[in-house]
Nanobody
């Protein structure tokens, strides 16, 4: 069964940076879309960014455009979310998720599009 493991979360001051990693085991990302989501206390899970491991196409939520980048290293089966100029409102548990590109379609930023999820990593941004 596909497994995803996130890492790289932590506590950072506003304006700082973190890089989250999402590593897959038991399968490769070829033919998959990988999404990053976040969920703050009392809020719904929201899409942050996505990348197609096949063609490298990316998408970002408006709230993170210009601050976050996403990349995939197919040799390492790892997707990275580079987060710069972090703000207190970025505080949340961050999850990576993946599914076949045909299943996700154009619904890149919706949690229901993805079947496989990691356990999440906490990101806390202090003001």
């Amino acid at each position: 069964e596909a497994q995803l493991v996130e890492s790289g979360g932590g506590l950072v001051q506003a304006g700082g940076s973190l890089r989250l990693s999402c590593t897959a085991s038991e399968f490769t990302f070829d033919g998959y879309v990988i999404g990053w989501f976040r969920q703050a206390p009392g809020k719904e899970r929201e899409g942050v960014s996505s990348i197609s491991a096949s063609d490298g196409s990316t998408h970002f939520a408006d709230s993170v455009k210009g601050r976050f980048t996403i990349s995939v290293d197919n040799a390492k089966n790892t997707v990275y979310l580079q987060m710069n100029n972090l703000k207190p409102e970025d505080t949340a548990v961050y999850y990576c998720a993946t599914d076949w590109v045909r299943r996700v379609g154009v619904q890149f930023m919706y949690p229901y599009s993805y079947s496989y999820w990691g356990q999440g990593t906490q990101v806390t941004v202090s003001s």
